[in-house]
């Protein structure tokens, strides 16, 4: 709904690449172009401010932060997030912040994690 509220045609949405398929689509729908932010996968998936800032174009109309990120899981560092609201700030753009697994962290429920046995105890 808010893509509809928001998307004019030919405006530019910015999304991090890999993103939620359905904001490509919804993008679309509304006549609008999806553009995609280069994520840096050996940095554990953490924007390319660069590479944000030239997607900007006169036809940007936002910048979809998606924190924790879906597909890829990452969450992004507090610097990273500072610097897109002041790079979203700069030029005026609006920040469409998706936070819907922000309650969801794995770090210390994973059976991977670091603090797990490596042998398993079943209880009868």
């Not at 992004?76 to 309650?103: C, F, H, N, T, W």
Request: aromatic share 12%; charged share 25%; with cysteine.
């Amino acid at each position: 709904m808010l893509l509809a509220a928001l998307v004019e045609k030919w405006d530019e949405i910015l999304f991090p690449g890999p993103t939620y398929p359905p904001y490509i689509s919804y993008t679309k729908f509304f006549n609008g172009t999806p553009v995609a932010y280069e994520t840096i996968e050996e940095e554990g998936w953490q924007p390319n401010l660069d590479d944000l800032r030239s997607k900007i174009s006169d036809k940007t109309r936002a910048i979809v932060i998606t924190n924790p990120n879906n597909p890829t899981g990452s969450v992004y560092d507090r610097k990273i997030l500072q610097e897109m609201l002041d790079i979203a700030g700069e030029y005026k753009l609006l920040v469409v912040s998706d936070e819907i697994y922000d309650q969801l962290t794995y770090e210390k429920s994973s059976l991977a994690h670091p603090t797990y046995p490596t042998t398993c105890q079943w209880l009868d």
